[in-house]
């Protein structure tokens, strides 16, 4: 009686056998997951194409202009009076020494070299290949207020409860975020700067090893912000009577309030006036030191609603690898069949044996004879070549073959080298091979196993 309804997810007919059809399914999917996310994300401040805010590094090449800020990559490189590695050498700089491009580039002995006027230290020539060029809105040059976003430009940054080294509070991986709380300070020729990181530990960090990063999407103060915008403190800072003067008070991380000034510029840095809650002054602050407040009521709601979401990806992931496993094991029978099909033109009722040649092995086996006893092994291995040749393996033998199976496509492919390696001893050894009937039959009781898989016999 047929089924009614139409084919189910385990019929030949159904979509979920054909490959190109669950491909196209996962990649839309995925697709409006990926844009779902992303804009959840992007709402609230997170860039998807740019988690890090980082502002990229470039390879330099011919055609990079002079002037173009660059930054020491390796651990440590010599600078040199000329262009060559032969030339004298006029001091050392460090990795993450930011300086701008004076000269070049020159090509000596295939390597290109530039002449960098470096902002601390020896300036001179240097092969590009310690070199990247970057964006001179990654410099922590002055103003850099408190608040600024920075983040650790390379792994294993050091950490250190004081400017100037000394015993290391820890280390901070590449990209690890934070905003500079107070600095620089002068110390050993370098500059310093003390950072509040998102993760431990905060501390002094070398200004060679920090970079400036993008401000936050959405959450960051603009011109076009609106008076009355929720607001909250970033760092812990001085809330000033007037813009860069007179300290009123000093304001801990996460202090709400409310925009009712500004902005104003002075000296480089934007201002803005705000009102605290709690019978706190109102006063100036710099905008790196304040970040917006967005939905400031669906706050708490807001929570919870991102610990569902959690809970529900984790579920709709969980199901989809489900999906994905039981697909690919119906794929995998399909293909099976799809190949048994193209040896026997259709399949065929087990047990009804159709060739000559293993009538005539099993002829072979009533003998007591060990020689028909080797031969009959020696056809069935040669009935398994042709039966993998026609399945569509190619090789110099069956071995060859039998290496290009996967296993989720031929679940008897134990059988078929354990017999294979039986067949090449008795190829190799002949009569010296010692081979009883017992053997014999079960050897061809291995051949058996996978000619009934492929509906051979």
């Known amino acids: ?16 056998t054909d490959p190109v059809s669950v491909i196209a399914v996962l990649l839309f999917i995925g697709a409006v997951v990926n844009a779902l996310l992303s804009s959840i994300e992007a709402r609230f401040g997170f860039d998807p194409t740019n988690p890090s805010g980082r502002y990229p590094l470039f390879v330099l090449q011919e055609s990079t202009p002079l002037k173009t800020p660059v930054r020491v990559v390796a651990e440590e490189t010599s600078v040199y009076a000329t262009a060559g590695a ?160 007179g300290i009123l008070d000093f304001l801990e991380q996460g202090v709400r309030g409310v925009l009712t000034g500004g902005p104003e510029e002075r000296e480089g840095i934007t201002w803005w006036r705000v009102a605290f809650r709690g019978g706190k002054a109102e006063g100036w602050l710099p905008a790196a030191t304040l970040e917006r407040v967005l939905f400031p009521r669906a706050l708490s709601s807001l929570s919870s609603l991102k610990v569902w979401l959690f809970a529900l990806s984790l579920a709709a992931s969980a199901l989809l690898a489900v999906f994905i496993f039981g697909v690919l094991v119906r794929l995998a029978r399909v293909r099976r069949e799809e190949l048994a099909a193209l040896w026997r033109g259709a399949p065929q009722q087990r047990g009804v044996e159709q060739d000559p040649r293993w009538r005539h092995i099993e002829m072979l086996m009533q003998s007591e004879n060990p020689a028909q006893w080797r031969q009959a092994i020696l056809e069935a291995d040669i009935i398994l070549d042709a039966l993998l040749t026609k399945m569509g393996y190619q090789g110099l033998g069956v071995g060859e073959k039998l290496r290009q199976i996967e296993r989720s496509d031929f679940s008897s492919i134990d059988a078929a080298w354990e017999a294979h390696r039986v067949r090449n001893r008795i190829a190799h050894e002949g009569s010296e091979f010692l081979l009883t009937k017992r053997e014999a039959q079960r050897v061809l009781q291995l051949y058996r196993a996978v000619f009934e898989e492929f509906f051979y016999l």
């Open 86 to 245: 032969q030339a004298v050498t006029v001091g050392r700089q460090r990795r993450g020494a930011w300086g701008t491009l004076a000269d070049g580039p020159l090509v000596l002995q295939d390597a290109q070299w530039w002449k960098v006027d470096f902002f601390a230290g020896a300036d001179g020539w240097v092969p590009a290949r310690v070199l990247r060029g970057g964006d001179a809105r990654a410099l922590l040059t002055d103003p850099v207020p408190p608040g600024t976003r920075v983040a650790a430009s390379f792994n294993d940054v050091a950490v250190y409860p004081s400017a100037g080294g000394g015993a290391a509070r820890g280390t901070q991986s590449m990209r690890a975020r934070g905003r500079v709380v107070e600095g620089p300070l002068m110390v050993g020729g370098a500059r310093w700067w003390k950072v509040d990181f998102e993760k431990e530990p905060d501390g002094w960090v070398e200004e060679r090893n920090l970079e400036r990063i993008r401000p936050a999407s959405f959450t960051y103060l603009t011109a076009a912000t609106p008076l009355s915008s929720a607001v909250r403190t970033t760092v812990e800072t001085p809330l000033y009577r007037d813009p860069g003067k």
């Open 1 to 16: 009686m047929a089924k009614e309804g139409g084919p189910g997810p385990l019929d030949p007919g159904h979509w979920t």
